[in-house]
């Protein structure tokens, strides 16, 4: 087994530890989505599928409310993580030319992740900073009153 | 700590915790006088918003900063630096109170921390140029804020003030006092009375009568019932519920405790955005103390009443605040509502029957026990009573939380509190209920809001999001934004909003690119008016509202896109032109940077756009040093 | 309860808890409906309220009603007809259309499809909305099964159907707005999924977007392979409904008119699958006998549904040595024309096409399973069409279905008992094997061969049968949630029967996937179960052990039933699989 197996099958352990835990599991779905993405930051096939296993439910259920809610993603995220908001006080500020402007500045669109793996880019709504629109959250800090031409010289700091 | 045995011994706790906040009470002369208070030394208290906003703009950052430097200074025993809630004028924090002389510092950066400590604390010289100046007459403003002037807070009543973290300062505020008095005073009878009484209608939007849900789900008879407290927010540009959570959690506890009482139920969930870290925390310390002091788990208060409290988080979708929905996210599901009837009040959570109350309608229960329905029922207007809290956001120059009585106008809320438009451009519109809503005209900024009055002019009320937008705004590129929302958002169970949501914004799309034709604002306004009569939620049944308002109060600019392919926000990038004017002086920068190359012009000459080949990316414009080139 | 309601100016009174379309249709008012589906005997209930074709105006309510789902309530005012009603039924049904592709003329389900029915009668000409339409990948993986998402109109029924009758769960919702779709887990092909291939989901699902692998053609091609001597056999539940596609009554026995087309359509030989079921019976009873004397396990469960054995290869990989190791009529009936029926006709097997009309899809998939076969290039079955597929070909040949004369079966494999046609209904395989363990095992003679407790649409039948002064106990199950309740109670060591019968299908085959679709009348089942129990009651032989053609077969070639020859040809195993 490579070593890479053994610190996948630690994560596993992990949250099979966490899933026998609970005191309802079938309920208990999302709870352990939420769970399993925080050990492998994303919820690839093998990891809905030993969910299904380990809950005893059709794994069509699990991949069904995985698709449903799109805090859970299938896809690997890059090493940063950058989020513009798209609620309607940032958009009536100018969400959209920071979003252009990260579109093109990693030439992504919003979901995708840089080909070197470094940043994926997303779109969320309202991270309760109204008062800074528009705001562009990277790795969960958030800048807020942003100008697109500001989005370059932030995101330096994190090459 | 031993749990509270009695609302006696609860009390005594209030006048022992007392000392911890009376300072920063407006009524300071009250001095305690029993003896059992716990020691405090502190003479100042400086309170720095710990709301998700001003944490945003590194207020923990003061905070450490504060404490180290007081620590330095040999001060940490006398001064106390406290995190608390969202102020509500997020638009100009960082915010730092200091009590006891009742000073709001604005925009205060870590930066400033030693001035204030050794101007303010030490020297008792205020700061100036952190003070707020009041636009009109560039007055510098130490406290008295026309922001809060107008503002009534029933709901926000302690955020800004206490805690969060620290339950004694909550029981010294008369927290859980409601509890104490229901458990050991009151017939659930007498406290559904009361709350019918007062009038209170849900604050998440659907404006149904707590008092009435309540009373249909004590009369569902089964051997499990449940609470659930709606904190999924998912309003887009809306943070009234999560600063309730951050600023003021047992409030909320303690109402959910009281409605598990009235209808017998031993167990209650809180719904919340995973998105909300900050929420989550500040309610799970809350939870953690409220059973330290058993004022939640078993035998609460030494009565027969048991209740505890769980946390369920959501998963980025606004559905599930839809209660039926939200019912299928805790219990493992993919968040789709389902038909009603039946309701939750009779088949809610496992079946069982469930009452779903909004955060923002728990935390006004504590207050409505404590000072009686009439008090309640004397605010606001006929029909709506007490108040509303609304996240006042967009072009506006006070963004922020602002909490108002019912019956207050627009015009009040957007100009006297929040300070009018950004830039003094015009006033276009306001947006409530956010994508449910609508977008009302300036023609009605007089229009004393309640629930009615707004669903009268084909808004809602919503959750409370408000949104201001100016001349800038296109009406026809709103109704596109929010649309664009709702198909993200639909859940996909039903024609009318699957397939139906997707039309509308396909056909808004056209429009704002300069392709519709007037047959298609035909089709857009039949299809509307039948997605809200088929929808099987309230996210389809609203959805159109942004469409139907914007076509009847600016149906002029639907046909502007139309007729005459023009966006008079120039916010429509097909519908807009670039130009360069005299202004030019032939810098080339503009051209140099076209992604198009369409810009032709030699140096030192004026520069000209060949507009077939221009794609309206803007760079142009962004890029000109001399306000050259224009949109038309 | 009752309740007192006004429907379109008709005073109407139901029992509390109807909803406004049973209260409607109890007054002859129709209203049309897509998503929704009431099968009460399956315990399927799609209520789930998602395709709004069937709104309806309630007086004082804000908007308008989904009558398939709206309870009524004292005093409601009802109206089905009004213009703000249609428009909006029309709307709905424009909208699912304008993301639809509108290719009827090729389609599955041409002439049989709700979807294409409605718009028919609501008369849509045009489609008002027009924009993008959703572009899935069609799955023609496996055998039996054909999914093309892209006329899914997300009523749901599959996944109501797979997940809470079948509780297999192949289906979900997948993904938000637009882009939802019922698929199974990660967009997999069905053949790498839990499928049974019963094929449930697409006999409820009112749409081309489910149904069956179409392998009408590649009968044609054999048919006219002048080297090929192309065998067919029928099985019992086909007769009982093949009428109805030429406009029979549901349940009347066609079984004359059926062998004379079969004729007609160039099939050599025509033969009987009741006749291998005699010989299952055979198998299986002996197999029984021998569990009982030896002290084998028990319960022993019938073998002869295929959905109903990849299901418990899936979902019960530790039980199993349990099921019976028979192969399925069909199978057996295969194995035995090509080597007995080869032998005797001095044909080469490798020259014989044996194909099988059954009222299943799972046969399908059955037939392409490598170990049913002597050599893997050799299967025991070639082809398997549906009855669906055999009533296309009667059609597509021109033959005039209704004025056939009625012939008999080819023999020797065309000889059966009455107790080999009710195979065709759920209870109907046990009963046959008690007619002859009976016999067997107490060597007396049954008397009365009706196990009525063993008959009608429960979802769980019991009975105690007692043998020898010991009380056998009976067991059926039809739908393969009863089975799982069943095997459960197996495997926590609680379950008390001795004998079990278990079908995948509610009903049985008369249900199967392959069947003339049902379109939510459930009497059509029952019809078909009665023309079963009926021709039983008209065959004067009843009891499997009884029909000399098999008996012959035992005699000539296999020896004994369950000898080591019968074992070598008629029985199988069965692989632990996963659970995906
Ligand atoms: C699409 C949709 C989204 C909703 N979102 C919320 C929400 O975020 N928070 C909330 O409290 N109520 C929300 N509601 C309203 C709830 O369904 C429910 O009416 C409310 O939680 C009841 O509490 P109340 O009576 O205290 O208002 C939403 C409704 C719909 C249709
Ligand atoms: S209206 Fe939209 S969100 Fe509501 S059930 Fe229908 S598809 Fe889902
Ligand atoms: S808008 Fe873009 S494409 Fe057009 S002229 Fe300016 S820079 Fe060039
Ligand atoms: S950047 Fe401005 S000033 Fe310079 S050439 Fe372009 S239009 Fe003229
Ligand atoms: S599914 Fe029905 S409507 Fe669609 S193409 Fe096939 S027959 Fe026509
Ligand atoms: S129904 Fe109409 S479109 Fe279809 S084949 Fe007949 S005439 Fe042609
Ligand atoms: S064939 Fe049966 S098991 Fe397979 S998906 Fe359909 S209902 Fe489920
Ligand atoms: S596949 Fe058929 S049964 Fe399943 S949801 Fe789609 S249309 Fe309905
Ligand atoms: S019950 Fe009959 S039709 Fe259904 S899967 Fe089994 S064998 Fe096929
Ligand atoms: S809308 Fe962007 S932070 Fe609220
Ligand atoms: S977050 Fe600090 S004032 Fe709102
Ligand atoms: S039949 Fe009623 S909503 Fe589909």
Not at chain 2, 229 to 255: T, W
Not at chain 2, 605 to 622: A, E, P, Q
Request: charged content about 25%; glycine content about 8%; hydrophobic content about 35%.
């Amino acid at each position: 087994m490579s070593c890479k197996n053994v610190i996948v099958e630690e994560k596993f352990s992990e949250l099979e530890h966490f899933i026998d835990e609970l005191p309802d599991k079938q309920g208990d779905l999302i709870a352990v989505l939420h769970k399993a993405q925080e050990i492998f930051g994303y919820l690839p096939e093998e990891v809905q599928l030993r969910i299904a296993d380990k809950l005893d439910v059709p794994s069509a259920k699990v991949s069904g409310v995985v698709s449903f809610y799109s805090f859970f993603t299938m896809k690997p995220r890059g090493k940063h993580v950058v989020n513009v908001c798209t609620g309607t006080a940032c958009y009536v500020r100018g969400a959209e030319k920071l979003l252009n402007e990260l579109n093109k500045h990693f030439a992504i669109k919003p979901g995708e992740t840089t080909k070197d793996g470094e940043f994926t880019l997303d779109a969320l709504r309202c991270v309760g900073a109204c008062g800074l629109a528009p705001v562009m959250i990277v790795d969960g800090k958030v800048y807020g009153r942003l100008k697109p031409e500001q989005v370059k010289g932030i995101l330096a700091n994190y090459r | 700590m031993s749990k509270i045995a009695s609302l006696n011994e609860l009390s005594k706790l209030k006048n022992k915790f007392g000392p911890l906040i009376q300072i920063r009470q407006e009524n300071e002369k009250t001095i305690i006088t029993n003896t059992d208070v716990i020691d405090n030394s502190f003479k100042i208290h400086v309170l720095a918003c710990g709301g998700t906003g001003c944490q945003s703009s590194e207020s923990e950052l003061i905070v450490r900063v504060f404490q180290r430097e007081l620590e330095k200074r040999g001060l940490a025993n006398q001064v106390k630096v406290i995190t608390t809630g969202c102020f509500g004028f997020c638009e100009q924090g960082p915010i730092l109170k200091i009590h006891p002389d009742n000073v709001f510092y604005i925009q205060v950066s870590s930066k400033d921390v030693e001035e204030i400590i050794d101007e303010h604390l030490i020297k008792g010289q205020v700061v100036e140029r952190l003070l707020y100046v009041e636009p009109i007459h560039q007055e510098k403003l130490k406290t008295d804020l026309p922001f809060y002037n107008r503002q009534l807070r029933i709901a926000l009543r302690n955020c800004g003030l206490i805690a969060p973290e620290d339950i004694r300062e909550y029981i010294a505020l008369d927290g859980y006092q409601a509890l104490g008095q229901v458990l050991t005073e009151h017939k659930p009878e007498d406290i559904i009375d009361t709350i019918k009484k007062s009038g209170l209608r849900g604050r998440g939007g659907g404006g149904f009568p707590t008092g009435v849900k309540w009373e249909l789900t004590r009369k569902s008879a089964a051997d499990q019932k449940f609470i659930v407290c709606n904190a999924d927010e998912g309003d887009p540009g809306a943070f009234m519920d999560r600063s309730i959570l951050e600023g003021d959690p047992h409030s909320v506890l303690e109402a959910m405790a009281i409605a598990g009482y009235v209808i017998g139920a031993s167990k209650g969930y809180v719904y919340i955005r995973a998105e909300y870290p900050l929420a989550i925390k500040r309610l799970q310390i809350a939870i953690k103390e409220a059973r330290e002091y058993g004022l939640l788990g078993g035998s609460i208060l030494g009565s027969e009443f048991s209740f505890d409290v769980e946390l369920k988080y959501g998963a980025g979708a606004f559905v599930c605040g839809e209660e039926t929905a939200l019912i299928h996210s805790i219990e493992g599901k993919r968040g789709e509502p389902t038909v009603k009837p039946p309701f939750p009040a009779e088949n809610g959570l496992w079946g069982k029957p469930t009452s779903v109350n909004n955060v923002e309608t728990f935390a006004n229960i504590p207050p409505i026990i404590l000072k009686g329905a009439d008090w309640f029922a004397n605010i606001g207007t006929e029909k709506s009573k007490g108040t509303k809290v609304f996240a006042l956001a967009g072009k506006v120059n006070n963004v922020g939380l602002v909490e108002v009585p019912m019956g207050t106008t627009l015009r009040e809320i957007i100009f006297d509190i929040g300070g009018g438009t950004k830039e003094n451009k015009r006033f276009k519109s306001a947006q409530t209920g956010g994508p449910s809503g609508g977008c009302i005209p300036a023609h009605y900024l007089d229009i004393p809001i309640d629930y009615e009055s707004l669903a009268s002019i084909g808004s809602m009320m919503g959750s409370g999001g408000l949104i201001v937008m100016d001349e800038d705004d296109c009406m026809v590129n709103v109704a596109k934004f929010f649309l664009e929302f709702t198909v993200d958002e639909s859940c996909g169970r039903c024609t009318a909003c699957r397939v139906g949501t997707k039309r509308l914004h396909e056909i808004l799309t056209k429009i704002t690119e300069g392709k519709g034709t007037l047959e298609d604002l035909d089709k857009l306004e039949r299809l509307a008016l039948i997605i809200k009569d088929t929808s099987l939620c309230g996210l389809g049944q609203s959805a159109p509202n942004p469409i139907l308002s914007t076509l009847e109060y600016f149906r002029d600019e639907y046909l502007a896109h139309i007729l005459d392919k023009k966006c008079s926000a120039k916010v429509c990038s097909n519908l807009v032109e670039y130009d360069i004017t005299d202004l030019c002086c032939g810098c080339t920068l503009c051209a140099r940077n076209c992604p198009q190359n369409c810009i032709s012009g030699s140096p030192r000459n004026k520069h000209v756009i060949d507009n077939n080949r221009c794609i309206k990316c803007g760079v142009c414009l962004d890029n000109c040093r001399f306000d050259a080139v224009i949109r038309k | 309860m009752t309740i007192n309601l006004t429907i379109n100016d008709m005073s109407v009174t139901v029992p509390e808890g109807t909803t406004i379309l049973d209260a409607a249709r109890s007054v002859n008012i129709s209203i049309p409906t897509l998503c929704y589906l009431n099968l009460h005997e399956m315990k399927l209930n799609n209520k789930i309220s998602s395709c709004r074709v069937c709104m309806v105006e309630v007086e004082g309510r804000r908007n308008l009603a989904p009558s398939c789902s709206t309870p009524v309530f004292e005093g409601m005012v009802v109206k089905t007809e009004t213009h703000r009603a249609i428009e909006a039924r029309r709307t709905m049904l424009e909208l699912l259309l304008s993301d639809h592709p509108k290719s009827c003329l090729t389609c599955a389900k041409n002439l049989d499809c709700e979807l294409q029915k409605l718009a028919a009668e609501l008369g849509i000409r045009e489609i008002s909305f027009e924009g993008e339409e959703s572009s899935y990948q069609k799955d023609a993986s496996s055998f039996s099964i054909v999914r093309d998402p892209n006329k899914c109109i997300m009523c749901r029924r599959c996944e109501t159907m797979c997940s809470d009758v079948q509780t297999v769960g192949v289906y979900s919702a997948s993904g938000r707005g637009f882009q939802t779709v019922v698929k199974p887990a990660f967009d997999r092909p069905l053949i790498k999924t839990s499928c049974t291939f019963c094929g449930q989901c697409l006999a409820v699902c009112p749409t081309g977007a489910l149904t069956e692998v179409d392998h009408v053609g590649k009968v044609w091609r054999e048919l006219n392979n002048p080297k090929k001597t192309v065998i067919v056999q029928t099985a019992p539940a086909v007769r009982v409904a093949l009428g109805e596609l030429f406009g029979a009554d549901p349940g009347t026995l066609v079984t004359g008119k059926m062998v004379s087309a079969l004729r007609r359509l160039g099939f050599d030989m025509v033969f009987d699958t009741d006749f291998a079921a005699d010989l299952t019976i055979m198998e299986e009873a002996s197999e029984f006998a021998h569990r009982l004397e030896h002290g084998g396990r028990l319960p022993i469960l019938t073998s002869c549904c295929p959905g109903w054995v990849k299901f418990f290869e899936h979902q019960f990989p530790d039980l199993l040595d349990i099921p019976s190791s028979c192969k399925s009529p069909h199978e057996m009936f295969g194995v035995v024309a090509k080597t007995f029926l080869a032998n005797k006709m001095g044909l080469d097997p490798k020259n014989m096409v044996v194909v099988s009309i059954m009222p299943c899809v799972a046969k399908k998939y059955e037939a392409a399973r490598p170990e049913l076969g002597q050599k893997p290039e050799m299967p025991d079955v070639d082809i398997v069409i549906t009855t669906r597929e055999l009533g296309r070909m009667i059609h597509e040949a021109g033959i005039d279905f209704n004025s056939l004369p009625e012939e008999d079966f080819d023999r020797p494999l065309g000889e059966s008992s009455g107790a080999s046609v009710i195979f065709g209904t759920t209870g109907g395989v046990i009963e046959a094997a008690l007619r002859t363990a009976y016999e067997w095992l107490t060597g007396e003679t049954l008397e009365k061969v009706d196990f009525e407790s063993l008959r009608g649409m429960e979802g769980v039948k019991e009975a105690v049968i007692p043998i020898n002064g010991h009380n056998l106990r009976i067991a059926v199950a039809h739908g393969l949630g009863n089975a799982r309740k069943i095997l459960e109670s197996i495997r926590a060591g609680e379950c008390q029967y001795d004998a079990i019968e278990i079908m995948a299908c509610p009903g049985g085959c008369i249900g199967g996937g392959g069947q003339p679709y049902h379109h939510g009348n459930l009497e059509i089942l029952t019809a078909r179960a009665a023309g079963l129990y009926k021709e039983d009651r008209s065959k004067h032989i009843r009891k499997s052990h009884e029909n000399p053609e098999v008996l012959a077969l035992y005699d000539e070639f296999l020896g004994e039933p369950y000898s080591e020859m019968a074992h070598k040809l008629l029985h199988t195993s069965y692989t632990a699989r996963k659970r995906l």
